[in-house]
């Protein structure tokens, strides 16, 4: 048993998962795992996912590397994942803009966002961070809002339909106010104008937000998440003042759809092992991603996640009339 057991690893292309003692199952690759994120290398989803794949490899019997497959608004990436074999040996490591694909781009997309993939693990929310020029006279989240209502303003964003995008577009509908977007090729670019005072606010995860405020650049107003962020503790919520308000990335792992419920299982169980060590997480923290609380780490409280925000964020483009650049 044993000898056939090492022949079938040696020769199966991914050996997805065994069975241990008692029927329990594990997830034991025989080839390194690829966790694809469709953006380039040195970006905070990029970030994160190497200490997942870090984390993995100490942990899994193989190595679990990161795919950096960047294009098309993520679509080059996904679509790879969407058509790869589902023996949990490829997956895709993606963020909120999974959930905008289908409304942004309708019936031109290659693959079906929600039937194509299978969640396997919401490894944590980012919330952003709404910043205004150092000697903007917007002090808070109510004075910024009293801005908007006094005359529509600029904003800048990472694109049409990214987070930070979508995430002022649901503050002006939430309070009845206009501000006039201006989409850059990445928030970079939009700090820039930021700190030049070309634009009046924008939003930017706390991930790359953060230094810019703590050194005192720019002021940060409010961050978008449910609860204060660890990264800037001090700067109330956006919802403290607008009740309701939440818009945040996330980064989940996802598989191609026809993987097995039992395998799907077998990897959430193992990533949580591999990054609920103590230092893992205060990793994560210290990049401003909130893990989500011990009882919502499940597979199936994943799928709900993005179908959650997939339905949340396309009500808003559909009803802003936002279509793809």
Not at 78 to 90: I, K, N, S
Not at 100 to 112: E, I, N, P
Request: net charge positive.
């Amino acid at each position: 048993m044993v000898v056939t057991r090492r022949l079938l690893l040696q020769s199966a292309p991914c050996f997805a998962f065994a069975t241990r003692a008692h029927g329990q199952a594990a997830w034991s690759p025989s080839q390194p795992v690829r966790l694809v994120v469709p953006y380039a290398a040195g970006g905070p989803t990029d970030a994160v996912a190497r200490i997942v794949a870090d984390r993995l490899s100490a942990t899994l019997p193989i190595r679990a590397i990161v795919e950096n497959r960047a294009g098309g608004g993520a679509l080059i990436g996904t679509e790879a994942v969407a058509r790869a074999p589902a023996d949990g040996g490829t997956l895709l490591f993606t963020t909120v803009v999974h959930a905008v694909h289908r409304a942004l781009r309708g019936d031109k997309l290659s693959f079906d966002p929600e039937k194509d993939f299978a969640a396997v693990a919401l490894i944590g929310v980012v919330p952003q961070v709404i910043m205004v020029p150092a000697d903007s006279p917007v002090r808070d989240l109510a004075g910024l809002i009293d801005n908007l209502r006094a005359g529509p303003r600029t904003y800048g964003s990472s694109g049409t339909g990214g987070s930070s995008h979508l995430g002022v577009e649901l503050l002006t509908k939430m309070t009845g106010t206009r501000a006039e977007h201006i989409p850059y090729r990445g928030t970079g670019p939009a700090m820039i104008d930021l700190l030049a005072g070309r634009i009046a606010f924008m939003m930017d995860s706390v991930v790359t937000g953060a230094a810019q405020v703590k050194a005192g650049s720019v002021r940060g107003i409010a961050t978008t998440g449910r609860t204060r962020s660890a990264v800037l503790p001090d700067l109330p919520t956006v919802g403290e003042t607008l009740p309701g308000y939440e818009a945040t990335t996330w980064n989940a792992i996802l598989a191609p759809a026809a993987t097995t419920p039992t395998l799907v299982e077998a990897m959430n169980a193992s990533i949580w092992k591999a990054i609920g060590d103590e230092a893992t997480p205060t990793k994560l923290s210290e990049l401003g991603v909130q893990l989500p609380a011990a009882g919502e780490r499940s597979a199936q409280a994943a799928q709900r996640f993005v179908a959650a925000e997939t339905a949340k964020w396309g009500a808003l483009i559909r009803d802003a009339k936002i279509v793809a650049e």
